[in-house]
């Protein structure tokens, strides 16, 4: 049987070794050395992008807060803000790494000033903070984790899986430019 057996396991790995390499060549762009630029993250198509200069590098689907499209008005409202913003600092965190963006803005005190004075928000409302860009939770069962991007289930932020945000962190400076549209 053994006989047999090694020239069938032969034949299956010459069929499928040119697949494998086809695979592992498809992805070179997030491995690539190339400076980020630019994130882009669109929430309707819960996407994030990696731009070099104009040209796109790599994309990862994403989780958002649950509170719907439009901008983040509050802190509570579960909304991911809209808008441009810059990453300010890497930090540990219990999302593993946190990438905390500028938020609120110059735009978002504005228009949150505004729905105060307005009447639309209670006096005792906040406009928020601690908005960013991080893993699952870092004690969450493993096999809960690669579930997490089919709900949106941050408070606002923006979540990628474990592998993700390492990469991620690895590639995008403090500085960099981030967009968040609808």
């Given at each position: 049987?053994?006989?047999?057996l090694?020239?069938?396991i032969?034949v299956?790995?010459?069929?499928v070794?040119?697949?494998?390499?086809?695979?592992?060549?498809?992805?070179p762009?997030r491995?690539?050395?190339?400076?980020?630029?630019?994130?882009?993250i669109a929430?309707?198509?819960?996407?994030?992008?990696?731009?070099a200069?104009d040209?796109?590098v790599?994309?990862?689907?994403?989780?958002?807060?649950?509170?719907?499209?439009?901008p983040?008005?509050?802190?509570?409202?579960?909304?991911t803000?809209t808008?441009?913003?810059?990453?300010?600092?890497?930090?540990?965190s219990?999302?593993?790494?946190?990438?905390?963006?500028?938020y609120p803005n110059?735009?978002?005190?504005?228009?949150?000033a505004?729905l105060?004075?307005?009447g639309?928000?209670?006096?005792?409302?906040?406009?928020?903070?601690?908005?960013g860009?991080?893993?699952p939770?870092?004690?969450?069962?493993?096999?809960?984790?690669?579930l997490?991007?089919?709900?949106?289930?941050t408070?606002?932020?923006?979540?990628?899986?474990?592998?993700e945000i390492?990469?991620i962190?690895s590639?995008?400076a403090?500085?960099?430019?981030?967009?968040?549209?609808?």
């Open positions: 049987m053994n006989r047999l090694r020239p069938l032969a299956a790995l010459t069929l070794a040119p697949c494998a390499s086809h695979t592992a060549a498809a992805a762009t491995a690539s050395a190339d400076k980020i630029t630019r994130v882009r929430k309707q198509a819960h996407s994030l992008e990696l731009f200069g040209r796109l790599a994309r990862y689907s994403v989780a958002i807060g649950p509170g719907g499209a439009g983040k008005l509050r802190e509570g409202d579960k909304v803000p808008g441009r913003y810059h990453v300010v600092r890497h930090q540990p219990r999302y593993k790494t946190f990438l905390r963006l500028d110059a735009t978002d005190r504005a228009r949150f505004k105060k004075r307005e639309q928000l209670p006096r005792s409302a906040s406009i928020g903070g601690d908005i860009i991080h893993g939770p870092v004690d969450m069962d493993p096999l809960t984790k690669p997490l991007k089919r709900v949106d289930w408070l606002g932020c923006i979540a990628v899986n474990e592998d390492t990469e962190s590639r995008v403090d500085g960099t430019v981030v967009d968040i549209d609808d």
